[in-house]
C-alpha cells in the first residue's frame, strides 16, 4: 500500500470511529438493563439511559437519537411504548424490550403500535448478543444472512435450493441428522426439523407469483407435488456453532407483507390465551416456527426478496426452549432510512445531555464519560464500482462514513421505491454520504423550493427560506436548467454563495447538482455540498443515480395532461 493510500485509509478509520449511532434505552430500571450497553458500545455506538417517557417522546421527535429500546415491563409500559412510537413515527426506530409473555401484551405491541422488533426476555434477561445485532442491522441497513446470528470462525453453513415440495424430506432429514451429529437432543433436533418443514412449505407454495402478482400455487393442497420453474426455487442455509442453530429459508419474491405476518400471529395468540400454548387455524406454521425457537426473523426486500431467519438455543432441552421468550422481529431492507433535518449533530448531543444520560454507574460507583468512543470501528463495505473519484481509495471500498450501503445496493433500492418521496429521499441520503450535506430541490412554478435535507445541515431553517428563481445566474439554476447531471465550483456571491453557507457553513463550498426530470420537464434538483475527503461523486456513479430516480418518478407518476 503507498503512502497516500495509507493516509487516506487512517483518516476514513478516523473519521468513522467518531461516527456512531445514538441509543436511548427507556426504562424504570436502568441498573437491570445495563448489561446491555457493552455489547452496544463495542459497537461504536453511544448510549444514554431515560427513566422518562416524556423525554423519550421528546428526542424521538426531534430526531435527537437513532434508535429507542423501550422497556415493556408489564401491560401499564405498552402505553408508554405507544407514546414514543407515536412521536417517532416513522423516523425513529424502536425495539420494544418485552417481559411479559401475556398474549394481550404482545398483540397490543404488534397489533395496536405497530411494533417491528420485540426482544423478549428469557431467564436471566435479555440477551445482549441478540439487542446488539438488531440495532446494527438497523443501524447499518444490512438485513440478510445468517452470519449475524452464528458465533465462531470455520462453521460449516450448509446451503440447499428446493425444486420442489418432495425436496422438503430430505430437507428435514439433513438437519435433523446434522444437529445429532452435532449433540443436540433428539427432540431438538426433531422440533429444528418441524421449523424448516414449516417454513419450507411456506415458501413453496404461498411465495411464487406469477406475471400480475398473484399466487400460482397457495390454493393448492399441501399435500401436492409440484415442481417449481427455476426462477421459483427456495434457497435453505443453516448452520450451527455448536449452541445456536440458526436456519434460512428464503424466496425470490418478497411478497410476505408485515400485516399478514400480524394477524397470523393474534389470530394463534387469541385462540390459544397463552403465547406458550397450542393454536390452531390459519397462520399455524408460522405461529409453530416462532414458539419453536428463541427468534424468528423476517428479512424483506419487497418485490424481490423475503428471508425468514430462525435461531434457536439448542444447547438444553426443547422444554427449555418453549418455555422461554420467543422474539419477532420485522427488517424491511427498502424502507427509506430516517432524514433528520432540523437539528445539527451539536444540537442532538445537547438535547441527549440534557434529557438522558450516559450508562448507570457500575457497583464499583464509577460512570462512563457521556461520549462514548468506540472500541469497534465499522467496517468497510465492498462494492462493484468506488462511490468517489480519486485513485487513492481501493475500488472495493465505499467511503460511507455512516451507512453500510454499497453503490448497486443503494441504487437498487432506489429502483425498487414504490414512491417518489421514498426514492427521492434514498437518493438523497445516498448524495449525503459522498458530501456534507444535501438538499432536494422542488420545482414549483419557477423557484427551485427547499424540500428536505440530509447530512449535516448548518442552517437549515436559512437554507429553507431561500428559495432560487430556475432563471438565477448560479451555479444550481445554470445546471438545473441543463438537465446534465454535473459538478459546480463555488460562487463568488449573490444567491448561489448564500445557499451553500446555509447548507454547510462554507460559501466556497463546491458541490453537486443531479437534476431530475420525468415527462420531458424538469421536477427536482438535488444539490449535494462540500464532499467529503476532497472527491466528488464519480462520474458514472452521479449518472446512475440520476437515471434511477427520473425512472422511478416517470413509473409511479402519470404523465400531466396536456
Known sequence: MDVGR????????????????????????????????????????????????????????ACAVDIVLVDVAGAAAVADYGRVADAAGERVPLVALCRPRDAAVWIDLLCLHGATHVVAERAGGFDAREVATTVEKIARRDVFGIDKYLDGFGVDVHERDLASADDRDDLVAMIVDTLATIGAGREVAAAMGQVADELATNAIYNAPRDEHGRPRYAHLDRR?????????????????DGRRFVLSVADGFGALAVHRVRARLRDCLRAGGSIERKSGGAGLGLYTAWRSTHQLVVNVAPGQCTEVVAVADIAGRMRGIRDAGHSLHWFDAAAAPPTSIELSPELRAEMRARLARPTPASRSGRSPAHEVVPLVVRKPVAAVEPAVEGGDVSG?????????????????????????????????????????????????GRHLVPWIAAGRVHDWSAARSLAVPIAADCALARIARSGLVDLCAPDDEGVGAAIAEAIVGDARAPGCVVPVEAHGRLRYVLYGLAPRYGRPIARRVRARLQAELADVIARVERPAAA
Do not use: H
Not at 434514498?426 to 448524495?431: A, M
Open 6 to 61: 495509507l493516509r487516506v485509509a487512517r483518516a476514513v478509520l478516523r473519521q468513522r470511529a467518531m461516527l456512531g449511532t445514538s441509543v436511548l434505552v427507556v426504562t424504570a430500571d436502568a441498573r437491570a438493563l445495563r448489561p446491555l450497553a457493552p455489547a452496544l458500545r463495542a459497537a461504536g455506538n453511544e448510549v444514554v439511559f431515560t427513566d422518562r417517557v416524556d423525554a423519550a417522546a421528546e428526542l424521538a421527535e
Open 396 to 444: 472495493q471500498i465505499v467511503v460511507f462514513p455512516q451507512e453500510t450501503l454499497g453503490v448497486d445496493t443503494m441504487l437498487g433500492l432506489i429502483r425498487g421505491a414504490a414512491r417518489r418521496d421514498t426514492a427521492i429521499e434514498l437518493g438523497l441520503r445516498f448524495l449525503s454520504y459522498c458530501y456534507e450535506a444535501a438538499v432536494a430541490y422542488e420545482l414549483r
Open 224 to 240: 401436492a407435488k409440484i415442481e417449481l420453474d427455476p426462477w421459483e426455487r427456495v434457497a435453505v442455509r443453516f448452520g450451527c
